[in-house]
């Protein structure tokens, strides 16, 4: 069949061209229109993308720059990730969520830190262990913060051992360490060693003075012994504390007052607290300076109320006595509390001067220069009388009746310290990110003047039956001036250009320190600050030395994987130790206005120097499963020494007695953690703008254990020894989770849980505790007795939990909650009456809330509340601050805090995480 071709009448032709102009019409319209929307979101789509790659990270890599892992063969990665095609489709591409900070393979991030500005770098580019980090924004949005230890309140697992507003004897806690292991965890400013490893106790914290809040810009937290730049003291971690330098003018000052009532036994009192402090800093060229000054005014709460055991007496014995508390101590025993002392008014003043200059772009000499003066005075109140009326403090025989028992009103005593102490660091970095670069530094810590005494007793003292009254005018005072500390370390990293089986970064260095004690104690009259000596009583001098070399490899040999490896070689020396006790002494019962002075045999003895070396491997292997998901596996062994004090102080006051010990040995942590870890970003369809869990199993064996035991002696005076043990054993598991923009702007979260098994595993060496040859406190039981009881001061939970809300830009409102379980203080765990006054580690729950409002655009009030539920909780026997009330203003001009919004709000994403891997 055929088809010829005809002729097209006019009209139909005509017809045909109208319908073919009306369809290609259409068309275009749809088109315009078309490519209209798309303009539009495109344009949206590439200023969102610039506005969030201004904010995004390029965190630092193996080999000095940061690139991205190949991907596979096929399209190419969106800006926002890995554009995963299955088929074709009419509907959306789906697009993964961004990469994690420090992914391979990175897409923008908003949550990601901005870059760090060049030489503020204070721990290590790959640290082979959990890292938590928290920004000066998220600080000051959520902690009442008046002194530098409270930046870490909210930490996973961390507890910082601040009784009061001031407390000198800030302890940090952590996984694994107790409260009065001060020498087991470290603390640096800036890369100057903060951490007071003169000893290991409640009375050698961190000099957290030396550090202004208003200096903070960071705070990092590394857990475990596990990076080989730091020595053995790491085993309970890394604290890290990171200032700034300016770029221009910069003016901050601020004001923080707090309110405590406090009541506990027959004790009820109103504690105030003021902080005030200045920062002025300005860039001039090449150099930069800052100068901070910070003061503090304190009054803490009663820390002690003496009570001894209710014993049989001879009615004869004691002077009779009506008042008191009657209840159980920490073993369940009966007591009754006749005092309450310890109640310290602080005044404390710090002055710093940091400069700089930048002798080339990419190098940086910076001297710190930091005076911290303190002076303090603590007070008694007595909770019984004789039948006179007269308050009790002290008798002339030192003891008390009550019906058919007899207790010794001991450690009643008040008590005053001046102390000037002088801290200096050098440091000259170069710091280009490419093949090398270096970081020399040396440091100073010297105690100019260092002087504290204690009465030796106080107030009328009555004489049994007899009507008649004398007082003892006179004191003990304790001076360390002349005490210091010195520390020195080169750090180098070189990352070659070339390819060796992957990318490389290695780090070496040395490291030297020496810690010296020059103690001496006199007899003095009390009134007398000056310490004017009548008697010379005990003197302890003794060094300690250690030499270290390190080396350490991050070796990136696949795209996804990373071994960390390296070791330190330490090299410890401890000498020139000697004790002198003796000499002359006061008389005990004198009429009043005559000191009695006795001549007393001298004792001395000189310690033999002690030498050990060490070798500490580290290692930790990285793996990169997906763009958000990361795993690795550490293992380091640590090497923790003893301290001078340790080895070579034994001190005796009316209030304590502390017994050294020459024979310790060092203390030997094998340390594991196993650390999964997700950072998602918009996750939950967007629900969450960051979604940042992260889970590590720990485990830590412990050789040789340095422990520490307090009691209190019949006296009433507490005694701490320590000594080694022989195995113990750490396990647990750590969750925490950093969430932000939760369902709606400005809504986040931070929180952790912490279990942790601790157990002594082994004494076989049978050691034993002994407070003194009469009266000791500590249980005399040994080797297999002590198997399997729980490791002192360790809690089996500890929650940490903060949410903050910033409903607009000019305000803020956080809430906290933290809790822990008891734990026991004693190597038996005899001690099962946690909950209140005593030798305790108490169980704790408490909830804080903090206003933020911009009242101008420089100016920020602050309102907040610590220990809501006035929950009454305890250490060592101290009690910790109740409901206490803060009142805060603040000034900012230039720099951080100037912003037009509260603490740097402004909505989803503005402001950065400070969560794990957070890309320092």
Known sequence: MSFESRPVPMRMRAGLRTRMRQYWKSIMIRRSRLLGAASVNALALIVATSAVAQQSLPTIDVGGARRAAPGPSGPARSATGPARVSAPSTGPVRVAAPAPALAPAPGPDRYAEPKPAPFSRTIPANVPAVVESRT????EKTVNVMTSAQAFKYMPSLLIRERYIGDRNAIVSGRTTGTIESAKTLVYADNILLSNLLGNSFAFPPRWGMVSPAEIDRVDVIYGPFSALYPGNSLGGVLAITTRMPDKFELHASATGSVQPFSLYGRSETNLAGNANILVGDRIGDFRYFFAYDHLDSQGQAQTFPGNFLTPFAPTNGTRFFGGFQDSNQNGNPRIITASAGADRVTQDMGKLKVSYDLSPVVRATYTLGVWNLTNNTTVQSFIQDRNGVPIYNTQNGRIAIGPFAVTPGGVNPGWGDSTHLMQAFSLKRETGGVFDFDFSATSYNFLRDVSATASSFGL?????????????????????????????MRFIYRPEQNIFGKHEVSFGGHMDQYSLNTVQNLTPFADRNYHSMALTAVNYGKTETRAVYIQDAWKFLPDWKLIAGGRGEFWHAYNGSNLTGGLAAGNNFAVGVVPVAAQRANLANFPDAYKNAFSPKAALEWQATDEVKFRGSMGRAYRFPTV????????????LTINNPNLQPEISTSWDFTGEVRKVDAFNGAVGLFNPRVSVFLDDRWNAIITQSALDPLGRIVSQSSNLDKARFRGVEAAVVMKDILTPGLDYSGSVTFVDSKILSNGNALTFTGGAAGSPFPTAGGILLNGMQYPRVPRIRIRSVLSYSPTTDWSVAFGARYASAAFVTLNNVDFNHNNYGNVDSEYLVFDAKVNYKVAPNWTATVGVDNIGRWKYYVNPNPYNQRTFFFGLKYDLGGPGSETTVAGLGGAGSAPTGGAYSGR
């Open 461 to 489: 003292r009555p004489n049994d039956g007899a009507t008649a009254y004398n007082i003892n005018t006179t004191g003990l005072s304790t001076v360390n001036t002349g005490t210091y500390w010195r520390t020195g370390d």
């Open 136 to 139: 000066r924004q998220e600080i």
């Open 645 to 656: 004090t340790e080895m070579f102080q034994s001190l005796s006051t009316p209030n304590s």
